[in-house]
């Protein structure tokens, strides 16, 4: 389970990086909408590899990033999730305290997962924010990706 999951965070990462990429190179890194999914992706990542690994949290959900951070967080929250993976049970569980300051037990491998199907869910909600603007979406392939 711990190469799966390293080569999805891999996969991830890069995409996370095109996207950011994609909006930058079209001058769109200020349009509130595209700027507000991007933040989210990284802070919710942020958030739950802290939970993950017991460390604070110095973001929220929807917190405004400045730009110039958008590529650093992406790598560090790539490496803080990387280094779980290697160094933790990923099969076991983790406890953490929800948003509403809620004691909660959850599978790790769950959470895991979570994170990468947010992160999917929030670059298609990306591009269809790209082409109602009239720019060019990102392309990435999961399948094309791994052939490399």
């Given at each position: ?115 990468l199907q947010h992160s999917i869910h929030h670059r298609a909600h990306i591009n269809f924010l790209l ?18």
């Amino acid at each position: 389970m711990q190469g799966f999951f390293l080569s999805k965070f891999e996969f991830d990462y890069q995409a996370n990086q095109l996207w950011i990429d994609t909006i930058e190179q079209q001058d769109v890194t200020d349009n509130f909408e595209i700027r507000r999914q991007v933040c989210h992706i990284l802070n919710v990542h942020h958030l739950w590899v802290s939970r993950l690994n017991g460390t604070p949290v110095f973001s929220d959900d929807w917190d405004d990033l400045p730009f110039h951070s958008w590529k650093k967080m992406n790598r560090e929250n790539t490496a803080q999730t990387q280094l779980f993976i290697v160094n933790k049970d990923i099969a076991g569980e983790t406890e953490y305290t929800d948003s509403e300051g809620d004691p909660q037990r959850k599978s790790s491998s769950d959470i895991l997962y979570h994170i990468l199907q947010h992160s999917i869910h929030h670059r298609a909600h990306i591009n269809f924010l790209l082409r109602k603007i009239g720019a060019i979406p990102a392309e990435m392939n999961f399948i094309t990706w791994s052939n490399k």
